[in-house]
């Protein structure tokens, strides 16, 4: 099983690196062959919205840049894995580029049948829209790109760091394994 990994944090050793270093621990322990990509760094051009890739025999996006072999990556993976701080009630940055550069793929032949998962901090304690709507909007994703959405583990880190939260830290790992047990 092959699981593609994003880390959508500027922070590298921040509170969603460590949640999603948990995930992927517990996917590697149960068997998957786990490629990790941190965004923030990676040259990713905004979708222009020019619609090239929607047009008869187009052959996916027409920018040039990092996402040439992330596009490559995404085929080849059994699962997507992202993880990303609530910024402003939403994904950050560094994911929704990634996200609105998806719209090049080929869904059927990209997406769907795979499964997904997220990982979420945020600052403030739930109730709190931004986690709770950025879970809600990732699971109709999932749905509109008909993928399995495998589970959504998130930590508030305003009082306790990530890696300090045994609840979340598990949660982590039992999602990473969850990534790639069968399924009857
Ligand atoms: C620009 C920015 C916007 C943020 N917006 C929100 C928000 O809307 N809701 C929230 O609960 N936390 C918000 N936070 C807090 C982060 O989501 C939280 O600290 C998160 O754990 C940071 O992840 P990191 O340690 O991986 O950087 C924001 C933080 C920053 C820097």
Same mark, same amino acid.
């Given at each position: ?50 619609? @090239? ?109 990530? @890696?300090?939260?045994?609840? @979340? ?8 394994? @969850? ?6």
């Amino acid at each position: 099983m092959r699981v593609l990994a994003f880390q959508g944090s500027p922070r590298s050793s921040g509170n969603t690196a460590v949640l999603l270093a948990e995930v992927v621990k517990g996917a590697r322990e149960a068997g998957a062959d786990v490629k990790e990509v941190t965004l923030h760094g990676k040259k990713i051009a905004p979708c222009t919205s020019c619609y @090239a890739c929607k047009a008869p025999g187009a052959a996916g996006c027409v920018i040039r840049d990092d996402m040439d072999g992330i596009y490559d990556d995404v085929m080849k993976a059994d699962v997507l894995l992202f993880g990303t701080p609530i910024y402003w009630w939403s994904v950050s940055a560094q994911m929704k580029l990634l996200w609105d550069r998806f719209f090049a793929l080929d869904y059927d032949r990209a997406m769907k049948g795979k499964r997904a998962a997220l990982v979420l901090t945020y600052g403030s304690e739930l109730p709190n829209l931004g986690p709770e709507g950025t879970e809600a909007a990732f699971r109709d994703i999932c749905l509109y790109l008909s993928m399995e959405c495998v589970g959504v583990v998130g930590a508030c880190t305003e009082s306790v760091p990530a @890696a300090e939260n045994a609840g @979340a830290m598990n949660a982590a790992r039992d999602l990473g394994r @969850a990534l790639v047990a069968n399924r009857s």
